[in-house]
């Protein structure tokens, strides 16, 4: 005899995702010094406001 049961998992998305919003602020002058990708990148007269 085979028995077969299926059941719907509908109820496992009760789940809400959350919107992240970056906090801005003021860089400015430099030279700057940021290592992303493991290679030193050098930047210098920038300026950013928020």
Partial sequence: MLL???ASCSDDD???TEVIT???GDIAGGPFN???DGVL???S???LNS
């Fill in 14 to 16: 009760n789940f809400t």
């Fill in 4 to 6: 077969l049961f299926i």
């Fill in 45 to 47: 007269g920038i300026k």
């Fill in 34 to 36: 940021f290592c992303i």
């Fill in 41 to 43: 990148d050098m930047v």
């Fill in 22 to 24: 970056p906090a801005s």
